[in-house]
């Protein structure tokens, strides 16, 4: 994470904010589309958040919500290649907010 956008739970807030927009707007379920409470995911954006020093590509990102969500929910639904998508969207949002950096 850029420590440099702020104090350490600066960066924190932010970071899971970006990452909750993304997780929430997946909404795996459509539960959040049918009126659950915006907190329905929040384990597992706080699960995929502690993962970030390890995400380095799209690749990372994929497999990381793939594990947390087949941990939390159903193991043959959130295969790496069902999380493509979203593992995309999250990598290069978090690029965007220079969250992480790029393998070189």
């Known amino acids: 994470m850029d420590r440099r956008k702020g104090s350490p739970r ?6 899971w904010a ?7 707007e997946w909404d ?5 589309g049918i009126g659950a409470p915006t907190d ?3 384990h597992e954006i ?11 590509s799209s690749a990372d990102a994929i497999h990381a ?11 043959d639904r959130f295969r790496p290649e ?3 998508e979203v593992g995309n969207k ?9 969250f992480v950096s790029q393998k070189t």
């Not at 600066?10 to 970071?15: G, I, K, L, Q």
């Not at 706080?46 to 995400?55: D, E, G, K, M, T």
């Not at 919500?65 to 193991?75: C, D, H, Q, T, V």
């Open 10 to 15: 600066d960066c924190y807030d932010a970071v």
């Open 65 to 75: 919500i793939s594990r947390i969500f087949s941990s939390s929910f159903e193991p």
């Open 40 to 42: 329905e995911f929040d």
């Open 28 to 32: 795996p379920y459509r539960l959040l």
């Open 90 to 98: 999250l990598f290069a949002r978090l690029i965007e907010g220079n």
């Open 82 to 84: 069902d999380c493509r």
């Open 46 to 56: 706080s699960s995929l958040v502690a993962q970030l020093p390890r995400i380095r």
């Open 18 to 24: 970006l990452t909750a927009e993304v997780i929430r």
